[in-house]
Structure formats: structure tokens, C-alpha cells
């Protein structure tokens, strides 16, 4: 959808322009990784995301769900300042984000990629370096060896050489994950990675955002699959124009907040979801016990 830049007259219920995010106060408390006050973000006058407030602390895997509209992947493009805001602050690492955009890797929808671009696989995920190099310098050879190391991460390295546009979309999405690997970044924003890609994908996926949590990296992951969303991620925020609930999974994922969240869209596989998040949580609690 094309976003057209609004002015403070955007909506006669909106009152706050723009502000500049407070200055942190560094010895009270650690920087959060991504911290959001007040953001509203219009389309043509029409608020999409509206009053967000958010803080999301470091080290965690957030899920970011909600019904189709809700805003999720406009949270993101905000976030990385893709898209004008009305009102509101938002913050990355106690900064705005052009000050901190060297520590934020994204995965971006599949959707929203020319695939047609002619690139291999290993320019692409040299893209993911270009953020750290300076005005007008070329990739260095150490680059290129972290470009492949990123690819080998992904099982991508045979076809490093391999146009973009003849791979499959899990190949697709294993290249442009080795793009945000090469980043090298502290917070990680990914919209929609799971879909379109095989089962093998997936677990390779998710199994590469665990090892960048256990490294102290904070993933804030837009997703659709409530059936997953238990297992997947150890915070969730439901979202649908408005923050319905955020915390952590075993706290918000319940009926009561899916319902506030989706309305009468609820399906089958929400209950099939419950079901797995009940189980799992009750598992977790008799290991705790047992130990």
C-alpha cells in the first residue's frame, strides 16, 4: 500500500505530533533493546497503529501476532523508520533508530523482494555488511569470508553463486536470514520468515533465532501460525491496531486475549494452538518440579 506523509492535521483524534525520544537515563535501568511510546501510524489519514506502548527487553524471541490488518508488519517498517509517524517516540537501544541502525538486522517479507534483480546469493548477503563499511568503500576480502561463513550457517554455501532469482523460496529466505547473520546486529526484526518455506526451513529457522538468543540477541518475529507461536517464541505481543497484550507466552497466550485480539475470526486452530500451549507449559512445570 503506498503511504503518503502525514501532517499533524491527520486525524482530528490525534493531538501528539512527533516527539523526540527522552534522553535514557543509563544508571537507572538497562537500555532496552526497543522501547515505543505513544506511536500512532496513519495511511491517508486513517490510523493503522494507534497509542503503542511498548518496552521489550533484551535477550528474548518475540512473536508478533494478530489478524491480517492488525499493523504488525507496519510496526516494523516504523520501527525501522520506513513509514512517516504521527505521534509518539520510538527508541533502539535508548537511541532513534538512524543512530542505532548498525545494531538492527531485518528479514524482510518475501513478497516485498525483486527476486528478478539480477544478484547472486553471496552479493545479497554481502548487502548485509554495507552498514558497517564506510562512504564509497567496497567490500573487503574479511567481508566476503563473512558472507560465506553466513551462508554456511544457513547450509547455503553451493549456491553462493547462484542467481536470487533461480532459487526456491526457502532458499530465498535462507539467503536473505545469511543477509541479516552478516550484520552482525544486536536486535533482530523479521517479518513473516516462516512463510512459504518447507518444514526443513522452518526448523532451521527457528533453530538459528534460538542460537542468537542464547547469545544475548533480542528477535522480534511477525508470525501467523497460532499452532507455532507457543513453541516458537518465549514473549508475545497480540496486536490488532492496539497493543491487546504482551508479555510473556505463558501469561498472554490464552483464549480470553486471542479473543480480544481476533474476534469472531477465531478458528479451529486457535483451540489446536491452546491445546499445545497448555500442554507445553504444564510439561514444563512438572520438569521444574521434578528438578
Known sequence: MKTIRQSRSIDPTIDNPMQEPPQSNQSAKAIAPLEIHDLTVAYTKRPVLYGIDLEVPQGSIVGV?????????????????LLPVASGWIKVFGKPFKKAVTRVGYVPQRESVDWDFPVNALDVVLMGRYGRLGPFKRPSKADKEIAMACLEKVKMEDYAKRQISNLSGGQQQRVFLARALAQESDLYLMDEPFVGVDASTEAAIIDILRELQSQGKTLIVVHHD????????????????RVVAFGKTEDVFNFENLQKAYGGRLSILSEVALTRARKKFEGDTRENVSE
Open 65 to 81: 501476532i494478530g489478524p491480517n490488518g492488525a499493523g504488525k508488519s507496519t510496526l516494523i517498517k516504523a520501527v525501522m523508520g
Open 226 to 241: 497460532l499452532t507455532t507461536a507457543p513453541e516458537y517464541f518465549d514473549r508475545i505481543l497480540l496486536l490488532n491496531m
